[in-house]
């Protein structure tokens, strides 16, 4: 049985680009006669403008992808990222951190990442009297390796490429990367297909599963970027406009556009039943084990 969604954080209404991720999810999903769900990911509420997820879920409707499930709301299911982050912590794999951003930067190693500071791993062994501020997964240099379904074998050191990666912000916040995980086994998602932008999350999210207990692995599968004119990915911080509601075919058309489709349809329901039938990401019958942790 194939499980697959779309989880998208509502800090502003669909683009080109999120379109794109959503419709090769649902094609996905469909193709491969599956259910397709729908996980908004609002933890960093701050960031999410009220309404914005009824728009979201507004523009997927006048798109034609209505999942096959009530969405489900990140912000509603703190207790149980609570009750992950507990058993990560009496497993001695999560600890409390006490360093300031200028603590970090005093003595995180010269190289970054996305031009974010790699931990330095200063809280590993205890707070040094400083007060708890936000919590980490402790983390090793084995290197991580996986298979992306479009990418091929993947394999990343996390300790020394993204360090002792925030379990829960200092704000009090869930990070993105914990809640991902508990939401994805807790929705049985078996497959996951989004942006390729968000690929390095995934061995992370791969040591968080194992850690927390899965038996199965989520396959991953990681689309093409849309970018924007200036070369950079497309996205609402560059100008990204919203799709336009009135004319969801084009819309469509377009972003199956970027994942290699040239569909011909004029309606919307056929348009989208000539993505499913040209989908280029099916997998052979063999390949339908999920990897085990
Ligand atoms: N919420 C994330 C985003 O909108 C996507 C998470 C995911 O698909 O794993 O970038």
Redesign the pocket.
């Known amino acids: 049985m194939y499980i697959g969604r779309f ?3 509502p800090t502003g209404p669909l683009h080109a680009g999120s379109l794109v991720a959503a419709l090769a999810s649902w094609l996905d999903a469909r193709a491969h006669g599956g259910r397709w769900l729908v996980r908004i ?1 609002d933890v960093d509420t701050p960031r999410c403008p009220p309404g914005t997820d009824r728009l979201v879920l507004e523009q997927l409707a006048r798109c034609g992808l209505v999942p096959d499930e009530a969405p489900v709301w990140q912000s509603a299911r703190s207790e149980r990222y609570a009750a992950a982050l507990q058993r990560l912590a009496d497993g001695g794999h999560a600890y409390p951190c006490g360093c300031s951003r200028k603590d970090i930067a005093a003595l995180a190693p010269p190289h970054q990442r996305h031009g974010e500071l790699i931990y330095p791993g200063t809280c590993r062994d205890g707070l040094h009297g400083k007060p708890a501020r936000a919590w980490r997964l402790r983390t090793d240099d084995t290197p991580l390796a996986w298979t992306d379904r479009r990418l091929g074998p993947q394999s990343q050191r996390i300790e020394s490429e993204v360090g002792d990666f925030v379990l829960k912000r200092a704000d009090g916040l869930w990070a ?1 990367q914990l809640a ?1 995980v508990v939401d994805d086994a807790e929705q049985g998602i078996t497959d ?1 297909v ?1 942006g390729e932008d ?1 690929a390095d999350n995934t061995p992370r999210q791969i040591l968080l599963q194992r850690l927390l207990g899965a038996d199965e692995l989520p396959r991953y599968l990681h689309t093409p970027l849309v970018l924007a004119a200036d070369g950079q990915k497309l996205s609402k911080q560059n100008g990204a406009a919203a799709l336009d509601l009135e004319a969801p075919v084009e819309a469509l058309r377009e972003a199956a556009g970027h994942l290699g489709l040239r569909l011909q349809a004029s309606s919307l329901a056929e348009l989208l039943a000539e993505g499913v039938a040209a989908w280029p990401f099916m997998m052979p019958p063999s390949a339908t084990e999920r990897p085990s942790t």
Request: cysteine-free; overall charge neutral.
């Open positions: 989880a998208p954080s990911e993105y991902v996951v989004r968000l």
